[in-house]
């Protein structure tokens, strides 16, 4: 009796034991605090340095934007034509690519939404042509900013409810994209969108509105309900990071944004064009890219300078370079310069001067992460004489001389 009721004993303590042990790898496995080694990519330290793989890292990559995108076409499920661009920038030791992960207007969501199967069966593809290559991945969720809004059929103003159905679907793709490729040593970071900061507190009800284009998937029409606030802004960045970081316990979290207006700060104070002082700059610069973004996102061009910062101290790009840096530094968040370069059909001859002085200012002042824009985007060879890709030999010394910083850069 003794010896019966000894090995029911037994046999319950290992029946808790293996329940337990499955408790663990659960947890493990939804949380990924349990192992953060498990996570490989860019991190923050606790003094601000950028990390990959947890060693200091400093680098310029390039944004390779519908790399992946075009794939989501009708009938081009089998285009692979990435292949060939990863390969050329992987010869010219380019180290990461930022690019968007889905369609820029509603109709480009159509493969997601109706054949998800296909989409991941594209984007796994697509991953696993940067793991083979060893190139980092940045991808961008929601490159434009009404899409999503669009989609669900509300405003775009819904982008500050954290209860509307614009952030019930923003957290669903979170989740399937983040649980799904979290665990590639491609991925060095989540991006929530492209240029969201120039979207907001802008005046008027009835301008500057958003496109229309109804054969797109947008609505028949705008109204203010379509425009964003520095409120909604906040809104939206805060749970895009809040929800990746649930996910995803290391990698950088970047909200995309681009260079604040010259006048963001009185725009969100006043609703005025006034010039912002420096100090402004700074703050609302600062504000635009709240915790937990864990980096300072800026899109910097020659223009930049020429619209005129600041209202007490002119700046070139120099200079606006180091005033970002000084801001990243003080709140030991990276500077990320997710686009800079210099368009040929602007400057025509001086297009090498201005891209050398661009690069220049990335390496004087040890900016940690930038890439150039951009690069294997047919459209932007004649628009804007920008775009640098194995058929337009011209433009190849962009690569090169970026191949030469990096290599300055991490000796």
């Known amino acids: 009796m003794v010896k019966k009721q000894m090995k029911y004993l037994l046999l319950f303590v290992l029946f808790v034991g293996i329940s337990c042990s499955d408790k663990k790898l659960e947890a493990k496995v939804d949380d990924p605090k349990e192992d953060m080694k498990s996570y490989p990519g860019l991190s923050v330290s606790s003094t601000g340095t950028l990390l990959l793989n947890g060693k200091n890292f400093r680098g310029i990559g390039v944004n390779y934007f519908n790399a992946f995108i075009r794939t989501l076409e009708p009938g081009s499920q089998n285009d692979q034509s990435y292949i060939q661009g990863l390969d050329y920038l992987k010869e010219r030791k380019i180290p990461f690519i930022r ?100 979207l907001v507190d802008l005046p008027g009800d009835d301008s500057n509105l958003p496109p229309v284009v109804p054969s797109l998937g947008t609505p028949n029409s705008r109204s203010k309900s379509d425009k964003l606030s520095s409120n909604d802004l906040l809104v939206m960045m805060k749970a895009f990071g809040n929800t990746i970081r649930k996910l995803d316990a290391s990698r950088i979290i970047i909200s995309g944004n681009a260079i604040a207006r010259p006048s963001a700060y009185h725009l969100h104070k006043h609703k005025n064009w006034t010039k912002d002082s420096k100090s402004e700059f700074k703050e609302i610069f600062a504000l635009q890219n709240p915790d937990p973004i864990n980096v300072l996102s800026s899109h910097l061009y020659k223009a930049s300078s020429t619209e005129g910062y600041f209202a007490d101290e002119i700046m070139d790009i120099d200079g606006l370079v180091g005033s970002s840096m000084e801001l990243a530094l003080a709140l030991k968040k990276p500077l990320f310069l997710g686009e800079w370069g210099a ?69």
Do not use: C
């Open 99 to 198: 690019f968007a992960i889905n369609g820029y207007w509603p109709k480009n969501w159509d493969l997601y939404r109706n054949d998800k199967e296909a989409y991941f069966k594209s984007l796994d593809a697509f991953v696993k042509a940067a793991e083979d290559r060893g190139i980092g991945l940045i991808p961008s969720f929601f490159w434009h900013t009404p899409t999503v809004p669009d989609l669900v059929g509300e405003p775009v103003n819904q982008w500050g409810n954290a209860k509307s159905k614009t952030h019930v679907f923003m957290n669903n793709f979170i989740e399937e994209v983040v649980k799904r490729y979290r665990n590639s040593p491609a991925i060095w970071g989540w991006e929530q969108g492209n240029e969201v900061n120039l």
């Open 343 to 411: 368009q040929q059909a602007k400057y025509g001859e001086d297009t090498r001067a201005v891209f050398m002085e661009i690069l220049k200012a990335v390496e004087d002042h040890q900016v940690p992460i930038s890439a150039m824009w951009v690069f294997d985007y047919p459209p932007h060879d004649t628009e804007e004489g920008i775009n640098v890709s194995p058929n337009n030999g011209p433009r190849e010394y962009m690569l090169q001389e970026i191949m030469k910083v990096n290599s300055r850069m991490n000796p």
